[in-house]
Nanobody
Framework: QIHVVESGGGLVQAGESLRLTCLAS????????MAWYRQAPGKERELVAE???????TYADAVKGRFTISRDDAKKRVYLQMDNLKPDDTAVYFC??????WGQGTQVTVSS
């Protein structure tokens, strides 16, 4: 059984930063694709950032230039650095590894 756990969410003010961490129970080098999704209240889950192997990461238009996805296979972790946060970024953020294994999510709340 593979487990994925997110952490790093919290309550911040607009303009501040957060770094989300996703920890896997197995080596992450087996996963070519890593991604972060988010779901705001009353909205559908959306893809925020995706990293596929050596390809350049892709981002949702709403977060381009502010969010950065990265991975550290030695630590079995994937990160989402979120800068210049906006109230519209308020959501539960989910990590998914290999397009299969999802975490339970971590809440990010940005106040204006």
């Amino acid at each position: 059984q593979i487990h994925v756990v997110e952490s790093g969410g919290g309550l911040v003010q607009a303009g501040e930063s957060l770094r989300l961490t996703c920890l896997a129970s197995v080596g992450t080098n087996r996963f070519n694709t890593m991604a972060w999704y988010r779901q705001a209240p009353g909205k559908e889950r959306e893809l925020v950032a995706e990293s596929k192997g050596r390809r350049e990461a892709t981002y949702a238009d709403a977060v381009k230039g502010r969010f950065t996805i990265s991975r550290d296979d030695a630590k079995k972790r994937v990160y989402l650095q979120m800068d210049n946060l906006k109230p519209d970024d308020t959501a539960v953020y989910f990590c998914v590894m290999g397009n299969i294994y999802w975490g339970q999510g971590t809440q990010v709340t940005v106040s204006s």
